[in-house]
């Protein structure tokens, strides 16, 4: 997938950058958490182990599918049509959500100063991206996950130097993906996964190179709805994930 940023005059960019990362912090400081999650969510236990995602955002995003160059001319009037976000896929033999898509991120470790440094080590660490790429917009209120018992928090990054990512130990991660916002918001990329016999019922998306579900899909729901950038998708349309 190309990296490169579009041809854009260096004072709209500026103008554009602005924007986004107005929008960014915005989301970085709002409240609450998704309405899946309300519904799913228990209370952290003692025992709980922090931990932080980092959901980055950048520059040079081409969608994938269809659905999603679709979108691009909507995205371009609100000034974000090249905006994409990182995910990865977690590889099949972890103990915790093996298999599924997710933004980089981890558990935090001793040496971690703050929650936001811990998800930056994460993201060099599976997905080589270098800190001082990245600045830090803020961070979401956590979010307890009963069944890996972490209480997770969403690190909001605006990635300043936009570049190639890869996977840097394929214990960890399977794949990982610039993702354009363009095929996340396209709604024929928009669905539900659901299994009665688990009880879940999320969100999902199926962007071509992966498919996201669960906590990563709900808190992109979320974050979609809150930027502004979103469009009416079918919340009946099923989508079916392989386990």
Same mark, same amino acid.
């Given at each position: 997938?190309? !990296?490169?940023?579009? /041809? &854009?005059? %260096?004072?709209?960019?500026?103008?554009? #950058?602005?924007?986004?990362?107005?929008?960014?912090?915005?989301?970085?400081?709002?409240?609450?958490? %998704?309405?899946?999650?309300?519904?799913?969510?228990?209370?952290?236990?003692?025992?709980?182990? #922090? @931990? +932080?995602?980092?959901?980055?955002?950048?520059?040079?995003?081409? +969608?994938?599918?269809?659905?999603?160059?679709?979108?691009?001319?909507?995205? +371009?009037?609100?000034?974000?049509?090249?905006?994409?976000?990182?995910?990865?896929?977690?590889?099949?033999?972890?103990?915790?959500?093996?298999?599924?898509?997710?933004?980089?991120?981890?558990?935090?470790?001793?040496?971690? /100063? $703050?929650? +936001?440094?811990?998800?930056?080590?994460?993201?060099?660490?599976?997905?080589? &991206? @270098?800190?001082?790429?990245?600045?830090?917009?803020?961070?979401?209120?956590?979010?307890?996950? %009963?069944?890996?018992?972490?209480?997770?928090?969403?690190?909001?990054?605006?990635?300043?130097? %936009?570049?190639?990512?890869?996977?840097?130990?394929?214990?960890?991660?399977?794949?990982?993906?610039?993702?354009?916002?363009?095929?996340?918001?396209?709604?024929?990329?928009?669905?539900?996964? $659901?299994?009665?016999?688990?009880? &879940?019922?999320?969100?999902?998306?199926?962007?071509?190179?992966?498919?996201?579900?669960?906590?990563?899909?709900? &808190?992109?729901?979320?974050?979609?709805?809150?930027?502004?950038?979103?469009?009416?998708?079918?919340? !009946?349309?099923?989508?079916?994930?392989?386990?």
């Amino acid at each position: 997938m190309s !990296t490169e940023i579009p /041809d &854009i005059p %260096p004072e709209s960019a500026t103008i554009a #950058d602005g924007v986004l990362r107005g929008q960014l912090e915005a989301l970085a400081v709002s409240h609450g958490s %998704p309405l899946w999650l309300r519904r799913q969510k228990g209370t952290a236990e003692a025992a709980a182990r #922090d @931990a +932080a995602v980092l959901m980055l955002f950048g520059r040079g995003g081409e +969608a994938r599918t269809e659905a999603g160059e679709a979108e691009e001319k909507r995205l +371009a009037e609100l000034g974000v049509a090249d905006v994409d976000i990182v995910l990865l896929q977690r590889a099949a033999t972890l103990r915790h959500h093996p298999g599924q898509v997710a933004f980089p991120g981890g558990g935090r470790d001793p040496e971690d /100063d $703050s929650m +936001a440094a811990a998800a930056l080590r994460e993201a060099e660490e599976e997905a080589g &991206i @270098a800190p001082d790429t990245v600045e830090v917009l803020g961070e979401m209120d956590p979010l307890y996950i %009963p069944v890996s018992k972490f209480e997770v928090t969403p690190v909001v990054g605006y990635w300043r130097q %936009p570049g190639r990512v890869q996977v840097m130990d394929q214990r960890e991660s399977y794949s990982v993906y610039r993702v354009a916002i363009a095929d996340l918001v396209a709604p024929a990329n928009r669905g539900t996964f $659901s299994r009665p016999d688990l009880k &879940i019922s999320t969100p999902a998306f199926d962007v071509g190179v992966l498919k996201v579900w669960g906590f990563t899909a709900g &808190i992109l729901d979320f974050a979609l709805d809150h930027l502004g950038w979103a469009n009416e998708w079918d919340k !009946t349309a099923p989508i079916a994930i392989d386990f």
